[in-house]
């Protein structure tokens, strides 16, 4: 009666395997659907061959049905474990180097089980007995452990890879997955206590036929292949922006590729505190006062305004809570996105808005004076003939001739892009000295350093500097050009700039002469923002004024990094 029954489960079995096959072949385009036909199919072959072997009543048929049994008993491991690859999204291991190499194993353990009766490698003997549902007992030999060892090791790590989908997909395939943990537990349930020879029936391949029915049910009842969990893991790791899940204590349980790029993050980073890879406060208080609105930092500023760091990147960082069905908060996901392009888009857009409103100014206000001083002087020179007006109105014309050019470099510094090459800074100075009238003054050039720079701008930047020098120390100043430890300082003899007014000189229009534009150290700032340096105005050891370009980078740096 126990022999009736257990044939009975093995075919419905065989049967119940069969069907999946075809009900996963029809679906055989969605992810996944391939490899469970495998599986089904190798539970069939099994189930098939194990009934076939209660059947038999001739000894050399029960050990062709056993051997035939094994065709299944190979694969079914095999391909669910390749199933769990795919399924869960695991495509680097999933590859045909890997498929080949295990389907190769498979089939070396089928020549040692096929081969057996003149080896005795898989079996060391077998017996052929009344008493048991199979009608053989079988002596394990060293081949036969070494499957053994084989197949637990595919269907753990398999099992494995299910589990932890379990466990940690979103709320939406919990029901899923719970059909996934019992398709991974069924077959345990049966080998094990089987293996350890608490049952001396073989119920696998039956086990194996409810894994089929429940991964089929999981992947095509709820389409999990249509949007699953390896669909949701595959767009977390393709998306160029940076996404880090925290849990109720900020620790880190899972960042994405670009995440880890972003703040060059080690593959072990998961459990570790977001305080501890923050890069700067202001930057995990955020998160950690879980604030829902975007923020933008300057990753690479510390604790630095933007505005310190104009040659930075910018990101723009927003926490958003993760709740459970309760409505307990249980973590929060951190999205972090490169918003550099449109940060420096947004101040050079302003910087375009205050040069419309510099050169508004400047033709309404500082051109009309002049105009109207010529215009006036040469009415006058008209209506009595005095050449003193005509002088007055030729000088007034130069003022104009002065301002529209500075107006013209400013507009040119603005929207000329910047083109990076090794400079020789002696060079530049020698060429910017020639360029500029300088009358009586003297040049002193210390520096024989080779800049990463756009050289066109580099000159109209030394130029307006020495330009400067020269109109406020007079026609007898001396300009010193110098090396620093990290790029160039450009100094004078003359009267120097008071402290209190240091902060004022690059703003657009501001000059201590009557006769100044105010736009030659608005134009040298211009260009120092262009390159992502920094200035600064010092007193110079002579007494007069000192201007330190900062943060350049070196050729000798630059090659070497």
């Known amino acids: 009666m126990v022999q009736q029954g257990y044939r009975l489960v093995l075919g419905l079995a065989c049967v119940l395997a069969c069907w999946i096959a075809y009900k996963a072949w029809r679906n055989r385009e969605a992810t996944g659907a391939r490899l469970l036909v495998g599986v089904a199919l190798a539970t069939a072959v099994w189930a098939g061959g194990s009934l076939g072997l209660t059947l038999a009543t001739a000894p050399t048929a029960e050990l062709r049905w056993l051997q035939f049994s094994y065709l299944g008993i190979v694969a ?37 089980v096929w081969t057996n009766p003149y080896h005795q490698l898989y079996w060391a003997r077998i017996e052929y007995v ?103 893991r595959t767009v ?54 879980k604030t829902d609105q975007p923020e933008i930092f300057a990753l690479d500023a510390s604790d630095q305004s933007e505005e310190d760091t104009p040659a930075g990147r910018y990101y723009e960082v927003q926490a958003t809570p993760v709740e459970s069905a309760s409505g307990t908060r249980e973590g929060q996901i951190v999205v972090v996105n490169d918003v550099t392009d449109q940060q420096r888009q947004q101040k050079q857009l302003e910087r375009q808005n205050e040069r419309l409103e510099e050169f508004t100014s400047v033709v309404s206000h500082d051109l009309r004076n002049p105009l109207n001083v010529a215009a006036g002087n040469l009415t006058l020179a008209q209506e009595n003939g005095d050449g003193d007006h ?32 090794p400079v020789d800074l002696e060079e530049v100075v020698a060429d910017a000295w020639e360029t500029v009238d300088t009358h009586g003054a003297t040049l002193v050039t210390q520096a024989d350093t080779i800049l990463i720079a ?19 120390g007079g026609e007898a100043v001396t300009v010193t050009i110098g090396d620093r430890a990290n790029g160039f300082y450009v100094a004078d003899d ?27 150290l608005n134009i040298v700032r211009e260009i120092v923002d262009a390159h992502g340096w920094g200035i600064a105005v010092a007193e110079s050891a002579e007494g007069g004024a000192r201007f330190e370009i900062t943060d350049v980078d070196l050729a000798e740096e630059a090659s070497a990094a």
């Open 236 to 289: 977390f790791e393709s998306i160029s922006t940076g996404v880090y899940v925290l849990d109720r204590h900020d620790r880190i349980v899972d960042v994405n590729a670009a995440g880890k790029d972003l703040l060059d993050l080690p593959d072990d980073v998961i459990g570790t505190p977001f305080r501890e890879i923050a890069p700067h406060s202001d930057f995990y208080e955020h998160v950690h006062h």
């Open 454 to 472: 756009d050289r066109s701008r580099l000159h109209q930047l030394i130029e307006n500097l020495i330009r400067n020098a020269i109109e406020h």
């Open 76 to 112: 079914a491991p095999v391909t669910f474990f390749i199933l769990a690859l795919e399924y869960t999204g695991q495509n680097q291991y999933r590859s045909p180097a890997t498929s080949g190499s295990l389907l190769a194993l498979g089939g070396g353990i089928l020549g040692l």
């Open 390 to 421: 005509l002088e007055r109105a030729d000088q007034a014309l130069s003022r104009m001739e002065t301002l529209i050019d500075d107006l013209l470099a400013l507009a040119y510094v603005g929207t000329q892009s910047t083109d990076l090459e």
């Open 130 to 232: 009344a008493d048991v549902p199979s009608g053989l007992a079988t002596t394990p030999g060293v081949g036969f452990w070494g499957f053994v060892v084989f197949t637990y090791v595919l269907l753990l790590v398999g099992s494995l890879l299910f589990v932890r989908y379990a466990f940690t997909a979103p709320h939406l395939y919990r029901s899923q997955t719970t059909a996934i943990l019992i398709a991974v537990g069924a077959p345990w349930a049966v080998n094990v206590p089987h293996a350890l020879q608490f049952m001396s029936t073989d119920l696998t391949p039956v086990a194996l036929s409810v894994t089929t029915v429940a991964l089929w049910w999981a992947m095509f009842r709820y389409r999990l292949t249509d949007i699953g969990p390896i669909a949701l």
């Open 494 to 520: 003359g009267p120097g700039i008071p402290v209190n007014e240091r902060d004022e000189v690059f703003e657009t229009g501001y000059s201590t002469r009557e006769d100044g534009t105010g736009f030659g």
